[in-house]
């Protein structure tokens, strides 16, 4: 089972930037999906942004479509998440997660993970002035 790696996190001021990166020790099947979640405590896991191994297509989250963007480099192994415009409701642990979906949307949307996923162990993100 592959394993993922998160970095990037940490303190950043309201409208501010970050970069994510997810890197993973092994290749990472086609029949994955992969992306982004985040849980903030005392609330739900939330899937933010999740890509297609197989056809590269991308999945976000209402919450922040126009300020994310998920992207891979086959070479380094490794998906990131650029953050921008981040606000205060952005706080959380974000973590990288891989699993056998079907689609990137139902990766993001699916309620719990299946036994073959693999996840990070997170990083947090704090956005305060």
């Known amino acids: 089972q592959v394993q993922l790696v998160e970095s990037g996190g940490g303190l950043v001021q309201p409208g501010g930037s970050l970069r994510l990166s997810c890197a993973a020790a092994?290749?990472?099947?086609?029949?994955?999906?992969i992306g982004w979640f985040r849980q903030a405590p005392g609330k739900e896991r939330e899937g933010l942004s999740c890509?297609?191994?197989?056809?590269?297509?991308?999945y976000y989250a209402d919450s922040v479509k126009g300020r994310f963007t998920i992207s891979r480099d086959n070479a380094k192994n490794t998906v990131s998440l650029q953050m921008n415009s981040l606000k205060p409701e952005d706080t959380a642990v974000y973590y990288c997660?891989?699993?056998?979906?079907?689609?990137?949307?139902?990766?993001?949307?699916?309620?719990?993970?299946?036994?073959?996923?693999?996840r990070g162990q997170g990083t947090q993100v704090t956005v305060s002035s």
């Open positions: 890509l297609s191994m197989s056809d590269g297509s991308i």
């Open positions: 092994g290749s990472i099947s086609d029949a994955y999906e």
């Open positions: 997660a891989a699993d056998l979906a079907q689609t990137a949307q139902r990766l993001c949307t699916q309620t719990s993970f299946s036994p073959f996923a693999a």
